[in-house]
């Protein structure tokens, strides 16, 4: 009886009135942390710590959200093992227990493939920064999966001029990819093979002497710019069955003290 007199003397300053008129886009929580159930191509799964990022918009007449209900959805989801899953049902949870017109939800995360050296073929996990993404703008639902992965480049012109070796690099290539996850599916390794393949050499955890000579003349005999990876990359990603893509590819220069870049978005037309 004394903690329902006390729950209806609480007031809920978040439900005021505002009056300054303005509209917020997003407004929410971020870098919470939990765990996230991955389908692996092979049909298994990954469990991996993820850190999230959820927000709904806020009409001008309110003067706030309540940041508690996004933590109650994320731990139900969580409970039943649906996030990294059913993102779309998640987001519709949000919307509507926040009465919000739009939502999103945002996963960011680790993800380990088991990577054979080219030659000894010693294996071990190598680790790539990767992300899901769900947006649900009243009924449209947008999905978005993101690869951060690593190549190494060795420059053309550097080679062209020096009468021995060239100057290379570890070239960070950012690709986010939007596709109807209810029609097709895009595996996050089939992503970062792609991105690999377009690189001068592809970059390995563990190499032994005979692997190091190999990716050493794999990068020479095959010399890219930025500009290069990116192109190379984004005619690949137009066969895939997707809506929309962007691609930043930074070069960390190593004779520079700054980083060559590129950038590329664009939606695709599949016939």
């Avoid at 779309?88 to 949000?94: K, Y």
């Avoid at 919000?100 to 945002?106: E, H, I, N, P, Q």
């Avoid at 190999?214 to 997707?242: G, M, S």
Wanted: with cysteine; charged share 25%; net charge negative.
């Amino acid at each position: 009886m004394i903690q329902s007199r006390l729950k209806l003397q609480l007031k809920d300053i978040q439900n005021t009135q505002d009056e300054r008129g303005i509209d917020i886009q997003h407004v929410g929580v971020r870098n919470v942390e939990v765990p996230l159930i991955l389908q692996r191509k092979n049909n298994d799964d990954q469990v991996v710590s993820a850190s999230a990022t959820m927000s709904v918009s806020l009409p001008r007449e309110y003067r706030g959200t309540h940041m508690s209900r996004f933590m109650e959805i994320l731990t139900e989801w969580g409970q039943k093992n649906l996030l990294g899953v059913d993102i779309q049902g998640c987001l519709e949870a949000i919307k509507e227990k926040l009465q919000a017109d739009s939502a999103t939800l945002k996963f960011e995360f680790k993800y380990f493939i088991e990577k054979a050296a080219p030659v000894s073929g010693l294996k071990s996990p190598m680790g790539y920064n990767c992300s899901f993404q769900g947006i649900l703008d009243k009924e449209k639902y947008c999905f978005i999966l993101g690869v951060e992965v690593p190549v190494t480049t060795l420059c053309p012109c550097s080679k062209e001029i020096s009468d021995y070796g060239a100057h290379n690099q570890r070239t960070i290539v950012r690709l986010n990819v939007s596709y109807n996850p209810d029609e097709n599916m895009i595996w996050i390794e089939d992503l970062i093979e792609l991105v690999e393949k377009c690189g001068s050499s592809p970059i390995f955890p563990l190499l032994k002497r005979e692997d190091e000579k190999y990716v050493t003349e794999l990068a020479y005999n095959n010399p890219r710019f930025v500009e290069d990876i990116l192109r190379e990359i984004t005619l690949k990603v137009r066969e895939l069955p997707i809506t929309w893509f962007e691609v930043d590819c930074e070069a960390l220069e190593s004779i520079h003290n700054h980083s060559a870049w590129a950038y590329h978005q664009e939606k695709v037309v599949t016939p």
